[in-house]
């Protein structure tokens, strides 16, 4: 199986670039009610996913607290680059299914590592939810 057929392509996808300043990517995050947003650089490629969680460390963890202060301060400085790596537009459905058991949403990248959109848990649940009462009936 493609896991192309369960992706929201790029321009349908809200991010912030890493020119972008904390305030910028906070109302940008509270505006669309997103609790995690995709980072790219001037490239388009995929850098990391800002989450309220490195939000909340930025102004609470180090006593910052200051929206002026974060007009200027870059994404950059405060995303955790580790969490929530992407997969390759090639990669396995059981690839995929392992990763969105650990986020809402997986960033899909092509071979040059440019961000292509996202996949979301809810529509692989959805499917799978599909198959499983097409193949079992829904019976348990």
Known sequence: MNIMRFLVPKSLVEYVTVDSTVRQALEKMRYHRYAAIPVLDG?????????????????????????????????????DESYCAPVYHSASMHELIERVKEHNFVPVVDDRGCFVGIVLRRDVLNYLLKFYNENDGGKV
Not at 52 to 79: N, P, Q, S, W
């Open 43 to 79: 490239e388009g490629k995929y850098v990391g996913t800002l989450r309220t969680d490195d939000l909340l460390k930025y102004f609470l963890g180090d006593g910052r607290g200051d929206l002026r202060v974060a007009e200027r301060d870059g994404v950059v400085g405060i995303i």
